[in-house]
Nanobody
Framework: VQLQASGGGLVQTGDSLRLSCAAS????????MGWIRQAPGKEREFVSA????????YYSDSVRGRFTISRDNAKNRVYLQMNSLKPEDAAVYYC???????????????????WGRGTLVTVSS
């Protein structure tokens, strides 16, 4: 599975942004898909994940209620809708795929089946 994240940019506090991750590979729907972020000087941290069918979603406490993850298996895409952005949300956001949810949610995140290239989100105050 190859992953490519896009949609990052510079926004102001309170704005919204939608990230997209395009995946290649026939087994896309068999993986948990997740969004991981890394701020300068910090470890990579779990943001959100979604089950292969899309029926279950998971969020970190810091983004729950503001971010929404979704996936379209027909298009091999996963999305992260980010609302009410805060300066502390600024980071490089990566999409990732793993057969085990626990790997996406571990801290620090070390081993994941597939990583995509990140997209930078900057939030000005």
């Amino acid at each position: 599975v190859q992953l490519q994240a896009s949609g990052g940019g510079l926004v102001q506090t309170g704005d919204s942004l939608r990230l997209s991750c395009a995946a290649s590979g026939r087994t896309f729907s068999s993986y948990y898909m997740g969004w991981i972020r890394q701020a300068p000087g910090k470890e990579r941290e779990f943001v959100s994940a979604i089950s292969g069918s899309g029926g279950s979603t998971y969020y970190s406490d810091s983004v729950r209620g503001r971010f929404t993850i979704s996936r379209d298996n027909a298009k091999n895409r996963v999305y992260l809708q980010m609302n009410s952005l805060k300066p502390e949300d600024a980071a490089v956001y990566y999409c990732a795929a793993d057969s085990a949810l626990s790997n996406l949610r571990s801290y620090p995140i070390r081993v994941v089946d597939y990583w995509g290239r990140g997209t930078l989100v900057t939030v000005s105050s």
